[in-house]
């Protein structure tokens, strides 16, 4: 009997995209230079690891802030998550692919959206720099996009296999 290989289990693969999502979330994600209005003193700068970006996302959509829609790629990252262990894998590719379009673009908009700083008025964050914790925050929705879309071609290609096949 032959043994099944790591590579060909769902949810092996999809415990590599989860380990890769907390990886990121332990990572600085995004560097930001604090910008005082009244003075326009620039220098200090503040680096956030991606758990306190996820729950400055959650804030910043209970106070409507633009930049914070990013944050709702991580809801969409579970759903494909959900979706590729029930066998729905177009819906996985789908809700993947989604969460990145939205995670990179809502964070990229914080390049023209200055977010406030904490509980001081007289200051502004700027996004300067997006560091590892970032792009590992989005590889984790595209690792899931990759296996589900080989899964469902292999799904597929079984299928049209099996329909080729002539019994006597």
Same mark, same amino acid.
């Given at each position: /009997?032959? *043994?099944? #290989?790591?590579?060909?289990?769902?949810?092996?693969?999809?415990?590599? &995209?989860?380990?890769?999502?907390?990886? $990121?979330? !332990?990572?600085?994600?995004?560097?930001?230079?604090?910008?005082?209005?009244?003075?326009?003193?620039?220098? #200090?700068?503040?680096? /956030?690891?991606?758990?306190?970006?996820? =729950?400055?996302?959650?804030?910043?959509?209970?106070?409507?802030? $633009?930049?914070?829609?990013?944050?709702?790629?991580?809801?969409?990252?579970?759903? !494909?998550? *959900?979706?590729?262990?029930? *066998?729905?894998?177009?819906? &996985?590719? $789908? !809700? %993947?692919?989604? #969460?990145? =379009? =939205?995670?990179?673009?809502?964070?990229?908009?914080?390049?023209?959206?200055?977010?406030?700083?904490? &509980?001081?008025?007289? !200051?502004?964050?700027?996004?300067?720099?997006?560091?590892?914790?970032?792009?590992?925050?989005?590889?984790?929705? %595209?690792?899931? /996009?990759?296996?589900?879309?080989?899964? %469902?071609?292999? @799904?597929?290609?079984?299928?049209?296999?099996? @329909? &080729?096949? @002539?019994?006597?």
């Amino acid at each position: /009997m032959k *043994k099944a #290989s790591f590579l060909t289990q769902p949810l092996f693969l999809l415990g590599i &995209s989860l380990f890769i999502y907390i990886m $990121a979330l !332990s990572l600085p994600a995004l560097t930001f230079e604090i910008v005082e209005h009244k003075t326009i003193h620039t220098g #200090s700068i503040y680096i /956030m690891k991606g758990v306190e970006v996820t =729950i400055g996302g959650i804030l910043g959509l209970l106070f409507l802030q $633009a930049p914070a829609i990013g944050w709702l790629a991580n809801p969409l990252y579970w759903y !494909s998550c *959900k979706f590729f262990i029930q *066998k729905k894998y177009k819906f &996985s590719i $789908a !809700s %993947a692919l989604t #969460s990145i =379009i =939205i995670g990179f673009t809502g964070t990229v908009s914080t390049y023209w959206f200055a977010l406030p700083n904490g &509980s001081n008025p007289d !200051s502004q964050l700027l996004l300067i720099k997006l560091l590892p914790g970032f792009w590992l925050w989005l590889a984790a929705p %595209a690792f899931v /996009m990759i296996i589900a879309s080989s899964f %469902a071609y292999w @799904k597929h290609s079984h299928r049209l296999e099996r @329909k &080729s096949v @002539k019994l006597p």
